[in-house]
Every structure is written in structure tokens, then in C-alpha cells.
């Protein structure tokens, strides 16, 4: 990058490291064995956005997926295979792209708008079919978040609000066995 980096995502296998920049660039460095550092080339990089990335987000049930959003001169959510490095799909969604979070569970990628519109927009994937949207913020939706059981999703605006939104309920199995995996992975990794 040759301005700063506001975007910063492990895929989920930790083998890549995705960065978004405001220099409209997204890069994607090998992070296996740690060999990720200061001055070690990018295995891709993507120069098709025509504004800051600062949205990046891997799909967690295809590892080789990357999904970007485009500042206020793009406005484009871009699907890439950084397998091959090409582009799967490009979408206009007129507006600044300020977070992205996908939902396994839904097959569905959660995207956070800034100018100028200040909402929240469920898209199906692979379609990319406007699926939702949600209003509430009355200034950009700077962040994205889900929750551990994937259930609810938190927005923080840039109007100093955070908002809930339970946007993907699951069956009281799954609830049961992610509540056991959660539980299970917290005690594991505190010792």
C-alpha cells in the first residue's frame, strides 16, 4: 500500500491476510508459517475500485472468497476468487461501503452504507439479490459485527449509536451445539 490501510481481515483457514487501503487497492499476503512482515510482496492485489477499501470480509464456507466494498466514489461490492484472482461478480449498491460481514448460516453478506444512504443491506449470495434493508443510523454505518452465535448483528454509526438488529435465527439445535462449541473454544483457549 502507498496510503493507509483501513482494512484488515484473516481468512478464515489463517492462510491470507486481506488489507484494504485508501489507496483503492486491496492486498492479500500469504500469512502461513508467519511470513507475513514489512517489505514481503502481496501474493494479489486487486486494482479495480475507484475509492479507499476499507470493507473486506472472507467468506466463511468458500476460504478462497473475498468480498470488498469501494468508498464514496465506487460504491461497488466486489466478490473475488483470489484462488485465480479474478473478479466473480461487481455490484453498484449507490452507495459508500463502510463494513462487510457474511452469515454462513443464511449464505447471505451483510453490507454497512455511509453517503448517502445510511443503511444496512442483506444481500443472497452467490445471486447478490437485495434481500433487506435496514434503516435506523442517521450518519454512516461505520461497523459491522455478528455475534458469536451468528444470530444478531451489531451496527455502530457514525450518529454515536450502536443498534441490535436479530436478523438470523437459528434452529434450537444449532443454538444448543454453537453454544457448546462456543463454550468449548473460550475454555481451550484461555489456557
Known amino acids: 500500500h502507498t496510503q493507509e490501510v ?65 468508498g464514496a466514489s465506487c460504491r461497488a461490492i466486489k466478490i473475488w476468487n483470489c484462488n485465480s484472482g479474478k473478479q466473480v461478480t461487481s455490484l453498484d449498491t449507490k452507495s459508500q461501503v463502510c463494513s462487510l460481514v457474511w452469515n ?7 453490507s454497512s452504507h455511509g453517503h448517502p444512504h445510511f443503511e444496512i443491506n442483506l444481500w443472497k449470495y452467490p445471486a447478490m439479490k437485495k434481500v433487506g434493508e435496514l434503516k435506523g443510523h442517521t450518519g454512516r454505518v461505520l461497523q ?13 454509526g457514525a450518529d454515536e449509536t450502536l443498534r441490535l438488529w436479530n436478523l438470523f ?20 483457549g484461555m489456557r
Open 6 to 70: 483501513c482494512g484488515l481481515v484473516w481468512s478464515p483457514d489463517g492462510k491470507y491476510l486481506a488489507s484494504g487501503g485508501n489507496d483503492n487497492l486491496v492486498c492479500v499476503w500469504s500469512g502461513q508459517g508467519g511470513q507475513c512482515f514489512a517489505g514481503q510482496q502481496p501474493n494479489l492485489v486487486i486494482r479495480e475500485h475507484q475509492s479507499a477499501v476499507r470493507a473486506v470480509a472472507w467468506c466463511p464456507w468458500q476460504p478462497a472468497v473475498l468480498a470488498t466494498g469501494g
Open 169 to 188: 435465527p437459528i434452529e434450537e439445535k444449532k443454538k444448543e451445539a454453537k453454544k457448546k462449541e462456543s463454550w468449548n473454544a473460550l475454555t481451550m
Open 104 to 110: 454462513e448460516n443464511y449464505h447471505e453478506l451483510v
Open 144 to 156: 459491522l459485527c455478528q455475534s458469536p452465535d451468528t444470530s444478531t448483528l451489531l451496527s455502530a
